[in-house]
């Protein structure tokens, strides 16, 4: 996976020590941080949130990245793949904008490039673990091609598993091989 992918709004890179305040603003703020165990305390939880994050990109190439607006380099979300319930070669796509700036389409964006980028690295499957009750993320996955495939109960409820492929790769008619 590439280490910058801009488009005419968006900047996505990987997070990096020095990114831990800005993050910790996301990860504590109530209305923002609802996935997991919930908001953040501490600023140390986010540090080793981001470590986490650098020593996964240096053992599997999976990125995780912030989501700035191009133009004023806010810090606008997270976005990336990881390991998580489906493993290193299949893995997941998340995604998180701050209350303050959802709306727009961003996580829509992110999750599309993120997915876009894991299938360009060849890997085969990404998935997205969603609980049935969040609805806009449920709608995010669906818009970026993403199908239902099963439900399953954990502790914390219903999760539902969706999953996309690699689009297909059309061959032009003069690549196919000429006979003689
Ligand atoms: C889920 C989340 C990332 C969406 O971010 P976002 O940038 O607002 O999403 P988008 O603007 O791309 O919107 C995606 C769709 O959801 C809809 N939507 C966005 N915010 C909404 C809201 N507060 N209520 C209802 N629908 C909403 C949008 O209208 C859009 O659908 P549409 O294209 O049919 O109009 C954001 O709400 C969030 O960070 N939530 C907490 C973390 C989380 O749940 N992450 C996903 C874990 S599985």
Redesign the pocket.
Not at 128 to 131: D, E, Q, W
């Given at each position: 996976m590439r280490p910058l992918i801009t488009t005419s709004r968006l900047d996505l890179r990987p997070f990096r020590s020095g990114d831990a305040d800005e993050l910790h603003e996301v990860f504590a703020d109530p209305l923002?941080?609802?996935?997991g165990d919930g908001p953040f305390t501490s600023i140390d939880q986010t540090r080793s949130w981001i470590q986490r994050r650098v020593e996964l990109e240096r053992n599997t190439g999976l990125l995780w990245y912030a989501v700035r607006e191009l133009s004023a380099s806010r810090l606008?979300?997270n976005c990336g793949l990881f390991a998580g319930r489906t493993g290193i070669t299949e893995p997941e796509n998340?995604?998180?904008?701050?209350?303050a700036?959802?709306?727009?389409?961003?996580?829509?964006?992110a999750?599309h490039l993120v997915l876009r980028e894991g299938f360009a690295a060849g890997l085969p499957r990404i998935w997205?673990?969603?609980?049935p009750h969040?609805?806009?993320?449920l709608?995010?996955?669906t818009?970026i091609g993403m199908s239902e495939q099963y439900t399953t109960v954990d502790q914390k409820g219903s999760l539902t598993f969706l999953a996309s492929t690699p689009p297909l790769t059309h061959h032009r008619c003069n690549d196919a091989p000429t006979a003689g």
């Open positions: 923002t941080h609802l996935i606008l979300g998340g995604y998180e904008i701050r209350h700036f959802q709306g727009h389409g961003y996580a829509t964006e999750a997205a673990t969603i609980r969040n609805t806009t993320s709608r995010i996955a818009k």
